[in-house]
Structures are given as C-alpha cells and as structure tokens.
C-alpha cells in the first residue's frame, strides 16, 4: 500500500488567524500565550523585542479535521519542533515531524521564490503534497511544477480567517485525487 500524501501546515495564518482583528477572536477559537524565550525563532516578526507573551489562536477542531484528511500531517512552520510542544496539544495533534529548515530560514531567494518552497520540494522528495500558508505565490507554484515530480498542492489561507470549510473540502478534495488510480 502506498503511503498517504503529505499534509505541510503552516501555524500562523492557517491555524493562527493572527491578521484577525486583534480585540476579538474568533468564534471556536481559543488564546494560547506563548511566553517569550520558549525557543520561538527572535528573526520571526522581531519576537525577542516584545515585551508580552505572544497571543496565538487556535480552534481546538482544526486537529481532528486535519487527522481525517487523509494526509501525513508535517509542521512547515517557524516554529518547527516547537509546533509541537505549543501548537499540536491544543488542537489534540500527536507529535508530529516537522521540516527543519536551517539556513533557509528567513532566507530571501533572487528568485523571489518563498524560502519554505525548496525545502519542502526537496522533504517531499517526488511525493503527493499539499501545503497550506498565507505566503505562496506564483513563483511557489511555478518552482514545484518545475522541480517536484509528484502532484503538489500549495493552498493559500487567509490570515485573517485561518482554516476555514472550504479549505477543508479542498485538501480533502486532492487527497482523494491523489490516493484514485
């Protein structure tokens, strides 16, 4: 039997609705404060600088929505193996692996492909994926037709909204596609 596709997860814009009005969280959402120092990356949005802890949302029933996707789920996130420390027990996730993405980090391309794109090409390794994000572009999406040999799926997500039904169906929707000879 073959291996199931790929799930890359994004935090903050799909599961994290961070752009959403400040003063009023979502509905089905609950606030996780992350205290600064908790290994979080200081490069990601000037961290280190803020003086609160950081205010995440997340909805608790993102977690077994994604599990019956129909996907190995994988952090392609900033927050990398602290995705599961902070993120995966709120949404009721099990440790999940994570993409290690060392001196990509951060890094601009010349190309003006996202930094996360070659990393993730190269762990899915010619296998069926789907990340979602709220910074694809179509250079992301030209980069993994051009350089991934396997169906590939780059979901944007608002980041205002986070995750929503819609999504859902549509990730659904290609793992099905991926999974039918």
């Known amino acids: 039997m073959s291996r199931p596709p790929l799930l890359f997860l ?96 951060f890094r601009e391309r010349p190309d003006g492909v996202h930094w996360k794109t070659g990393p993730l090409v190269d762990y899915a390794a010619g296998r069926p994926f789907a990340w979602v994000d709220d910074e694809q572009s179509e250079l992301d999406h030209a980069y993994v037709a051009t350089h991934h040999e396997g169906p590939g799926l780059l979901h944007h997500v608002n980041p205002r909204l986070g995750l929503r039904e819609p999504d859902f169906r549509t990730l659904a929707d290609f793992a099905v596609a991926v999974n039918t000879p």
């Open 10 to 105: 994004d935090v903050d814009g799909p599961l994290n609705p961070y752009a959403a009005q400040p003063e009023r969280r979502p509905d089905g959402y609950t606030t996780l404060r992350v205290p600064l120092g908790s290994g979080i990356s200081a490069a990601d949005g000037g961290l280190s600088t803020r003086r609160r802890p950081l205010r995440v949302w997340l909805n608790p029933e993102h977690g077994p929505a994604l599990l019956g996707l129909g996907y190995e789920l994988c952090w392609a996130t900033t927050w990398m193996a602290e995705a599961n420390r902070w993120i995966a027990p709120t949404l009721g996730l099990p440790e999940l692996p994570f993409v290690d993405f060392g001196y990509a980090l």
